[in-house]
């Protein structure tokens, strides 16, 4: 299992993971507990602009991170080199860190182990780990194509990656992961328009590329000539492009304990009361097989499924160990990169679908936007859930349940919470969308009412 | 290095290549940040690699590895050399690279203390320990942040071309950040710039001369402050912006807007295009007549400063509005040929990892005449705001909003009370064309921004903006 013969990816293994860690964690030998955590990785990605491949990369990397406790005194060196030499220079810097370091009276202790944990099949594809240059190109060639067949331009990337992920402390935790990902996304564009469409798949070979071309040109055929319109409040269907972003957004400032505890998140003043609308369920889950699963965090703990909205109500933030020995919680297993104050964050939010084709969503906006996705959101007010961004690659104006035309791009200005208390719709089909380490499963949303606040010139 | 790069340079050439170029790449780094006393993060890095970019049948190829080892520099340049060859499936016409002369040289940032070897740890904790206390001295604080940054990056440069460029830049950075929070309100305020720090290419003198600590008591004091302030209204008024937000306003609306790469499409499917294409250079109305911008890689200090760009052409100083009009771009060897010029110097990558892309270096705004002072008496009714606290802009580089942490009334010529949640939001050319006062050379200051994103894979440049604070007429403000 997990052994890559082709080129494309050179995979160390399990055992030979192993032994690197152990080799580290001697290297802290002095210090009072120790944490290490590699990663592998050979990644490449092929970039096409105007119908033709114009960047084309291919990276080997690894990084291994070592963490050194002394007397409540942390430090953390990190090195890409795996050679001997370097490995123990970057746990001997930690351990060296620390001494000089303050004393984090917060801090309890690393992770302890919590049982055996099992890499997870569905993380990893051999297809994937193999695709080469050429089979990259083919690819980016079926969607630059079907652009040229309807006289428009395309641009986009498809990249594909191969990581190995493990950690471990001195307490006994030890957790491996191999990883495997692919990813294409492709703006297609008219003389007065443009469509995206992305894909994304622990599997390369699962992704269909002619109807990903098919729908970011269809995208760009439908939303020529687009007119202006004037910015006020709106019904919209937003697809799953721009939920996710949207979702990403409330993630990042409210469904982490950090932000919980400083008072930084919206959910400190309503944990347990009504946030949304009804039919608006939020939950992290890193061991769906669906959605780049990844079944630790990087301190080796298990991840927790977390229902963080359930039926509207506010119902839980993600932990690490630092944040939920401070607060006296368990652990969810949502610990990022050490050092890290930040806190911890979810790393792959699905939102429950619902029972509504997109075109149902569509079919009962009475004066509507029908929006493809967001461009540069920001957040404005982070209690408030207030974001601004632009929309982008296809906006249509519905009357009755009928598109009348294209628009425009269009400022939103807008509290997401608000926004999920007017939901009068969810989609019946999730789409998978790649998000750092992991991913987002969303459907398509139609919301009672959006405010957007400014236009542009296209 | 020089062993990596020739073995690269020959199997590249052995391969197939018609050009090939390498980089190889050390950087050491150090990160501290304390958090409400205590130490946060305490951190260094070791990073180090080489990538191998080369034009095989006419197309771009690119290999990377943390591996320097011979065996490994001949596996990444045929490696790159196949993946040009698949990139020729899809080619159009060769690429072909404007003319540069080959370069032999050295460049090192000038500074008088290194940060990661001269400066002692203790000294480094003393100094955020101070600013951490002064901070939470102050009454209703909730969460008082501090960090330094610093970074020691050589690199070799060599190409088929001949040329073979050694390069240290250091760069060193600093911040102090304070948060007030009530049941529902957040207030941040940064100093000197929001986002976690000031930054420059120089030693530990830049820190020291940032003065954090005697700023840090006052930083938080305007964060408690602000949670009481009145909401800035929503109007449309004159607009005076302070150097740290006007430099993030040249950042998204004009330097952005100028990568010549952008106007030609090749960033079309990530952050979008420009607005300024082509047809424009030279003849379209930027902004009034008082805006003059520049593109300079030489200015001493400047987060964007260096002696040679990834490559190997020597930073250049290139205009780019001229009296209001739009007269120049950022390029690089591949695009300015395009428009029929050479390399304005400007492609830069964040690593050894990454192919370089054309960047910003240091894309400042000329002062002009103004004393800030003077400027504000001169102004009946209008709004004041300093430090970015958000942006946002479309994907062609025309409607902007941003935020920003702090906002003053300005009545009859006075400043008056302090104003919360402040935005402002327009149309780049329309914006610009409503610059009527600049202020002079006194207040003109370079600004570094760290976290500039462009390119897939991502790459994060550090980038330079001077500024003087200016003023524009007709502003929408407080959109939300």
């Given at each position: 299992?997990y052994?890559?013969?082709?080129?494309e990816?050179?995979?160390l293994g399990?055992?030979?993971?192993r032994?690197?860690?152990?080799?580290?964690l001697?290297?802290?030998?002095?210090?009072d507990?120790?944490?290490?955590?590699?990663?592998?990785?050979?990644?490449?990605?092929?970039?096409?602009?105007?119908n033709?491949?114009?960047q084309?990369v291919?990276?080997?990397?690894?990084?291994?991170?070592v963490?050194?406790?002394?007397d409540?005194?942390?430090?953390v060196?990190?090195?890409?080199s795996?050679?001997?030499?370097?490995?123990?220079?970057?746990?001997?810097a930690?351990?060296?860190?620390?001494?000089?370091?303050?004393?984090?009276?917060?801090?309890?202790?690393?992770p302890a182990p919590?049982?055996?944990m099992?890499?997870?099949?569905?993380a990893?594809?051999?297809?994937?780990?193999?695709?080469?240059?050429?089979q990259?190109?083919?690819?980016?060639?079926?969607?630059?194509?079907?652009?040229?067949?309807?006289?428009?331009?395309?641009?986009?990337?498809?990249?594909?990656?191969c990581?190995?992920i493990?950690v471990?402390?001195?307490?006994?935790?030890?957790?491996?992961?191999p990883?495997?990902a692919?990813?294409?996304?492709?703006?297609v564009m008219?003389?007065?328009?443009?469509g995206?469409?992305d894909?994304?798949?622990t599997?390369?070979?699962?992704i269909?590329?002619?109807?990903l071309?098919e729908?970011?040109?269809?995208?760009?055929?439908?939303?020529?000539?687009p007119?202006?319109?004037?910015?006020g409040d709106y019904e919209?269907?937003?697809?799953?492009?721009?939920?996710?972003?949207?979702?990403e957004?409330?993630?990042y400032?409210?469904?982490?304990?950090?932000?919980?505890?400083?008072?930084?998140?919206?959910?400190?003043e309503?944990?347990?009361?009504?946030?949304?609308g009804?039919?608006?369920?939020?939950t992290?889950?890193?061991?769906?097989?669906?959605?780049?699963?990844?079944p630790f965090?990087?301190?080796?703990?298990?991840?927790?499924?977390?229902?963080l909205?359930?039926?509207g109500?506010?119902?839980?933030?993600?932990?690490?160990?630092?944040?939920?020995?401070?607060?006296?919680?368990?652990?969810?297993?949502?610990?990022?990169?050490?050092?890290?104050?930040?806190?911890?964050?979810p790393?792959?939010l699905?939102?429950?679908p619902g029972?509504?084709s997109l075109?149902e969503l569509?079919?009962?906006?009475?004066?509507?936007?029908?929006?493809?996705?967001?461009h540069y959101?920001?957040v404005?007010?982070?209690?408030?859930?207030?974001?601004?961004?632009?929309?982008?690659d296809?906006?249509?104006?519905?009357?009755?349940?009928?598109?009348?035309?294209a628009?425009k791009?269009?400022?939103?200005?807008?509290?997401?919470?608000?926004?999920l208390?007017t939901?009068?719709?969810?989609?019946?089909?999730?789409?998978?969308?790649?998000s750092g380490?992991?991913?987002c499963?969303?459907?398509?949303?139609?919301?009672?009412?959006?405010a957007?606040?400014?236009k542009?010139?296209f | 290095?020089?062993?990596i790069a020739?073995?690269?340079l020959?199997?590249?050439?052995?391969?197939?290549a018609t050009?090939?170029?390498?980089?190889?790449?050390?950087q050491?780094?150090?990160?501290i940040a304390?958090?409400?006393g205590?130490v946060?993060a305490?951190?260094?890095?070791?990073?180090e690699?080489?990538?191998?970019r080369v034009i095989?049948?006419?197309?771009?190829?690119?290999?990377?590895s943390n591996?320097?080892t011979?065996?490994e520099a001949?596996r990444?340049?045929?490696?790159?050399?196949?993946?040009?060859?698949a990139?020729?499936?899809?080619?159009?016409?060769?690429?072909r690279l404007a003319?540069a002369?080959?370069v032999?040289?050295?460049?090192?940032?000038?500074?008088?203390?290194n940060?990661?070897?001269?400066?002692?740890?203790?000294?480094?904790?003393?100094l955020?320990?101070?600013c951490?206390?002064?901070?939470?001295?102050?009454?209703g604080?909730?969460v008082a942040e501090?960090s330094?940054?610093?970074?020691?990056e050589?690199?070799?440069?060599?190409?088929?071309?001949?040329?073979?460029i050694?390069?240290?830049?250091?760069?060193?950075?600093?911040?102090i950040?304070?948060?007030?929070?009530t049941p529902d309100?957040?207030?941040t305020?940064?100093?000197?710039?929001?986002f976690?720090?000031?930054?420059?290419?120089?030693g530990?003198?830049f820190?020291?001369?940032?003065?954090l600590?005697?700023?840090?008591?006052?930083?938080?004091?305007?964060?408690v402050e602000l949670l009481?302030?009145k909401?800035?209204?929503?109007?449309?008024?004159?607009?005076?912006?302070d150097?740290t937000?006007?430099?993030?306003?040249?950042h998204?609306?004009?330097?952005?807007?100028?990568?010549?790469?952008?106007?030609?499409?090749?960033?079309?499917?990530y952050?979008?295009t420009s607005?300024?294409?082509?047809?424009?250079?030279?003849r379209?109305?930027?902004g009034?007549?008082?805006v003059n911008?520049?593109?300079?890689?030489?200015?001493?200090?400047?987060?964007?400063t260096?002696?040679?760009d990834?490559?190997?052409?020597?930073?250049?100083?290139?205009?780019i509005?001229r009296?209001?009009?739009?007269?120049?771009?950022?390029?690089?060897r591949?695009?300015?040929?395009?428009i029929?010029?050479?390399?304005?110097?400007?492609?830069?990558a964040?690593?050894?990892?990454?192919?370089?892309?054309?960047r910003?270096?240091?894309?400042?705004?000329?002062?002009?005449?103004?004393?800030?002072?003077?400027?504000?008496?001169?102004?009946?009714?209008?709004?004041?705001?300093?430090?970015?606290?958000?942006?946002?802009?479309?994907d062609?580089?025309?409607?902007?909003?941003?935020?920003?942490e702090?906002?003053?009334?300005?009545?009859n010529?006075?400043r008056?009370?302090?104003?919360?949640?402040?935005?402002?939001?327009?149309?780049?050319?329309?914006?610009?064309?409503?610059?009527d006062a600049?202020?002079?050379?006194?207040?003109?200051?370079?600004?570094?921004?760290?976290?500039?994103?462009?390119g897939?894979?991502?790459?994060?440049?550090?980038?330079?903006?001077?500024?003087a604070?200016?003023?524009?007429?007709?502003?929408?403000?407080?959109?939300?």
């Amino acid at each position: 299992m997990y052994e890559s013969g082709s080129p494309e990816a050179e995979m160390l293994g399990e055992k030979h993971v192993r032994t690197l860690l152990e080799g580290a964690l001697h290297a802290c030998k002095d210090a009072d507990q120790a944490e290490v955590l590699l990663s592998t990785s050979d990644e490449a990605l092929t970039r096409f602009a105007n119908n033709t491949i114009h960047q084309n990369v291919v990276e080997r990397n690894s990084m291994l991170r070592v963490r050194a406790v002394i007397d409540k005194r942390i430090g953390v060196a990190t090195a890409n080199s795996l050679e001997a030499r370097a490995v123990r220079d970057a746990g001997e810097a930690a351990c060296t860190i620390a001494r000089f370091s303050e004393e984090n009276a917060d801090f309890q202790s690393l992770p302890a182990p919590a049982g055996p944990m099992q890499p997870m099949n569905a993380a990893f594809s051999e297809e994937t780990a193999a695709t080469s240059p050429e089979q990259r190109a083919m690819a980016v060639q079926t969607v630059i194509r079907r652009a040229e067949a309807g006289k428009l331009v395309a641009a986009g990337a498809y990249g594909t990656s191969c990581e190995e992920i493990a950690v471990a402390n001195s307490l006994g935790v030890f957790a491996y992961q191999p990883l495997t990902a692919a990813e294409i996304a492709t703006v297609v564009m008219g003389e007065t328009s443009s469509g995206y469409g992305d894909r994304a798949a622990t599997n390369a070979s699962d992704i269909d590329f002619d109807a990903l071309a098919e729908e970011a040109c269809g995208r760009a055929a439908r939303s020529a000539s687009p007119r202006e319109l004037e910015p006020g409040d709106y019904e919209v269907v937003l697809e799953p492009y721009a939920v996710a972003e949207m979702l990403e957004y409330l993630a990042y400032i409210g469904f982490g304990a950090m932000a919980l505890q400083e008072g930084r998140s919206f959910m400190a003043e309503r944990m347990g009361q009504k946030v949304t609308g009804e039919a608006i369920t939020i939950t992290d889950d890193g061991l769906d097989p669906a959605c780049f699963p990844l079944p630790f965090d990087f301190e080796g703990v298990a991840r927790r499924q977390v229902p963080l909205i359930e039926n509207g109500i506010a119902t839980a933030v993600v932990y690490d160990s630092y944040t939920a020995a401070r607060q006296g919680v368990p652990n969810t297993g949502h610990a990022l990169l050490a050092p890290n104050p930040m806190g911890p964050l979810p790393g792959h939010l699905h939102l429950m679908p619902g029972d509504k084709s997109l075109e149902e969503l569509v079919g009962s906006l009475e004066r509507g936007l029908w929006i493809s996705r967001f461009h540069y959101v920001n957040v404005l007010r982070p209690l408030e859930t207030i974001l601004t961004g632009m929309t982008r690659d296809g906006v249509w104006l519905v009357e009755k349940g009928q598109v009348k035309h294209a628009v425009k791009n269009l400022r939103f200005t807008q509290s997401v919470l608000e926004a999920l208390d007017t939901v009068q719709g969810i989609g019946r089909e999730p789409k998978l969308e790649r998000s750092g380490f992991g991913g987002c499963l969303v459907p398509a949303l139609k919301l009672g009412r959006f405010a957007f606040t400014g236009k542009t010139d296209f | 290095m020089d062993h990596i790069a020739d073995r690269a340079l020959n199997q590249a050439q052995v391969a197939g290549a018609t050009y090939a170029d390498v980089r190889v790449v050390n950087q050491q780094a150090e990160v501290i940040a304390i958090k409400d006393g205590k130490v946060e993060a305490f951190a260094r890095s070791s990073n180090e690699g080489f990538g191998v970019r080369v034009i095989a049948d006419g197309a771009w190829g690119f290999a990377s590895s943390n591996q320097l080892t011979a065996v490994e520099a001949d596996r990444v340049a045929a490696l790159a050399v196949s993946v040009a060859r698949a990139s020729a499936r899809t080619k159009r016409s060769d690429i072909r690279l404007a003319e540069a002369q080959p370069v032999k040289a050295s460049y090192a940032t000038p500074i008088r203390t290194n940060p990661l070897e001269d400066v002692s740890v203790e000294q480094k904790l003393e100094l955020l320990l101070a600013c951490d206390a002064a901070m939470r001295r102050v009454k209703g604080l909730t969460v008082a942040e501090s960090s330094l940054e610093a970074a020691v990056e050589d690199k070799l440069f060599a190409s088929t071309e001949g040329s073979r460029i050694e390069q240290r830049i250091v760069t060193c950075g600093g911040g102090i950040e304070a948060t007030a929070v009530t049941p529902d309100e957040v207030q941040t305020r940064s100093y000197p710039n929001s986002f976690g720090r000031q930054a420059a290419t120089a030693g530990w003198e830049f820190i020291e001369s940032l003065q954090l600590a005697e700023n840090a008591e006052r930083v938080a004091s305007e964060a408690v402050e602000l949670l009481s302030a009145k909401q800035c209204p929503s109007t449309v008024t004159t607009l005076i912006l302070d150097g740290t937000q006007l430099a993030l306003q040249v950042h998204e609306s004009c330097g952005h807007a100028i990568e010549l790469d952008r106007v030609f499409g090749m960033e079309a499917a990530y952050a979008g295009t420009s607005f300024l294409t082509t047809d424009k250079l030279g003849r379209f109305r930027y902004g009034s007549d008082l805006v003059n911008i520049f593109a300079d890689a030489t200015v001493p200090g400047g987060l964007g400063t260096f002696g040679y760009d990834d490559e190997g052409v020597p930073a250049q100083r290139t205009g780019i509005v001229r009296d209001g009009i739009f007269v120049g771009y950022m390029s690089s060897r591949e695009t300015a040929p395009l428009i029929g010029q050479t390399s304005s110097g400007t492609m830069r990558a964040d690593g050894w990892n990454r192919i370089p892309l054309i960047r910003m270096t240091n894309v400042n705004l000329e002062p002009g005449t103004w004393v800030l002072d003077d400027l504000i008496a001169d102004t009946d009714d209008g709004i004041l705001m300093a430090v970015n606290k958000s942006w946002s802009i479309d994907d062609k580089r025309l409607n902007f909003q941003f935020g920003t942490e702090l906002a003053w009334e300005i009545r009859n010529g006075k400043r008056g009370a302090l104003l919360k949640n402040a935005t402002y939001t327009g149309i780049t050319p329309q914006f610009w064309a409503s610059c009527d006062a600049i202020c002079n050379r006194d207040h003109w200051q370079l600004w570094g921004t760290t976290n500039c994103g462009k390119g897939q894979p991502s790459q994060t440049m550090y980038v330079g903006h001077g500024v003087a604070p200016a003023r524009f007429r007709d502003v929408r403000v407080g959109v939300a």
